[in-house]
């Protein structure tokens, strides 16, 4: 069974095509500046060399016109007809109070994740774009969104409720959400499949920490509590946005130097994190170079960076009673091994060491001689997308 995996963007679409048979990658690539003359067409095949095109690309319906193009192309397509793919499974992210799992998607869904976007601005209606544009171009394909927040729905209530008036809560859906439930989800299962117990006999913090960054805590398989929030801002030092701050700074600086609520949401989701601080770059590897130069700046950054994802996974293991693994995953979480030496640093009293060797080394999985394991694992939230779409398509058959 051949599946399509999209994750559309405001200005840009990301797909991957896999066979499910053997859960094989087959063709991967995107669209990128959607709405420009000079849109970046970007696409890989087995047995083909890697292309790049830059060509007009008005709105998603063209975008995805051209992925289909290049699926079907006669030079190095991988489908002959539309209909080899079997389903399409959407990266959606925000499913609200309604979605614990991956869906089917009909008109009911449709109209949920469209009230969900007042949550998601700037991702649900791009992802219901791509959604409708399916409908047009592949019709009689089945559709399944995957949520970020599903994974996170069962989290009990006194993690999800803000201590604020709780009227905001019934009358207007403030809560924790959390996000990243696909890669969280996929690396605790891959972490339980390493240790070789079921996912539902273990304690398992994740810390996905890529340009957004969340953590969770995984009590037998369930997302017990997680960093993100209402909205992705809250939580760990990222990127560009700023984590758990005092609420009140906001309110401090609107009055001092008269800056408006936009001016505030950008400063903390695009001015903010490693940017913020290190006043150069949103980018670990360049915010590291910088330090490894001397900058205290930028030594400053990754500190606190580190900072709170330490704090957070001691506040998990409280959280939880105790942790078996710690995971890392994402950009930073895969490709940081000065990030995972400075986080697990002192941490013996948690069963917590990591053997410096196992660190540095590319590929390795576990990197700890504690009785806590620390391990590495490449998030694949693509893979997962495919799983659950091949697994809600296979039962309609
Ligand atoms: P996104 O959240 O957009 O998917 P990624 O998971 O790709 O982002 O993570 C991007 C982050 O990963 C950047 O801060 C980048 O510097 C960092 N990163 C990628 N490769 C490395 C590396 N080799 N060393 C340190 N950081 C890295």
Known sequence: MKILVLNCGSSSIKFQFLSMTNERLICKGGVERIGTNDAILAYEAEGCSKRREVKPVADHTQAIENIISLLLSSECGVIKEKSEIKGIGHRVVHGGEEF???????????????????????????????????????????QVAVFDTAFHHNMPEKSFVYPIPYEYYVENGVRRYGFHGTSHKFVSNRAAEIIGKPVTELKIITCHLGNGCSIAAIDKGVSVDTTMGFTPL?????????????????????????????????????????????????????????????????????????????????????????????????????????????????????GIKIDEALNVAKGTEVISTGKTKVMVISTNEELTIARDTRAIVEKLI
């Open 100 to 142: 614990s799992d991956s869906v089917l998607i009909d008109s009911k869904v449709i109209d949920c994740i469209r009230k969900f976007s007042t949550f998601a601005p700037l991702h649900n209606p791009a992802n219901l774009r791509g959604i409708e544009v399916c409908s047009e171009l592949l019709p009689g394909i089945p």
């Open 234 to 350: 809250e939580g760990l030092a990222m990127g560009t946005r700023s984590g758990d701050i005092d609420p009140a700074i906001i309110f401090f600086l609107m009055e001092k130097l008269s800056l408006s609520s936009k001016d505030m949401d950008n400063m903390l989701n695009k001015k903010s994190g490693l940017l913020g601080v290190s006043g150069t770059s949103n980018d670990m590897r360049e915010v590291t170079a910088e330090a490894d130069k001397g900058s205290k700046r930028h030594q400053l950054a990754i500190d606190i960076f580190c900072h709170r994802v330490r704090k957070y996974i001691g506040a998990y293991a409280a959280v939880m009673g105790g942790v078996d693994a710690v995971v890392f995953t994402g950009g930073i979480g895969e490709n940081g091994p000065h990030v995972r030496r400075k986080v697990c640093s002192d941490m013996e009293f948690f």
